[in-house]
């Protein structure tokens, strides 16, 4: 909370205590929460939207700091959300595709699967659904299941080509051609 709202530690104790006193928060040794859903929907209601996108952003840089010293996955998940909030989805998304492909490098494939299947949405854009769908068929591939690899592969060749999208690779092709061989 002091790293996201970057507020001096007086201040924000300060504040703390002012909430808690109200009994408008709970608070634990990780997290401070609404007491109450109406305290949550009033809060929600009265932030504008330029505030929320900010602290939206400053809770995804600093959950992106954690992701890249090894946070689990389900930090990068908050993280993709915080970063849709703040209005910038694509970053949540790079994000997510970075740490696929560092588990695939891991060798575990079927994870990289699973995060592909959950990082179609935050695809803002058919071009970024090609690349996250690619990404699947590699992660399908590594793992063994060549004719799931081998039915995506056709649909993004069929998709760039809809799209026009100048990224159907060679090795998109022989991916393609290899899975329906096996």
């Known amino acids: 909370l002091d790293r996201v709202l970057e507020m001096p530690a007086h201040d924000l104790m300060g504040a703390l205590d002012e909430l808690a006193e109200a009994a408008l928060v709970t608070t634990t040794e990780t997290a401070v929460a609404p007491r109450h859903e109406m305290v949550a929907v009033r809060v929600a209601a009265v932030t504008s939207e330029g505030a929320r996108r900010l602290l939206h952003r400053r809770a995804a840089r600093v959950l992106e700091e954690e992701v890249k010293a090894g946070a689990t996955l389900d930090v990068m998940w908050a993280c993709a959300a915080y970063w849709d909030g703040a209005g910038d989805r694509s970053r949540g998304l790079q994000l997510a595709m970075s740490i696929t492909n560092q588990l ?18 935050l695809c803002s854009s058919e071009a970024e659904q090609l690349d996250v769908t690619r990404l699947r068929a590699t992660a399908l591939t590594i793992a063994g299941k060549w004719a799931e690899a081998a039915g995506l592969l056709k649909n993004v060749t069929s998709t760039a080509n809809t799209i026009a999208c100048p990224t159907i690779r060679a090795r998109d092709r022989i991916l393609e051609t290899q899975a329906v061989m096996r």
Request: net charge positive.
């Open 104 to 121: 695939l490098e891991l060798g575990s494939a079927r994870d990289a699967v699973r995060a592909c299947e959950r990082m179609v949405r």
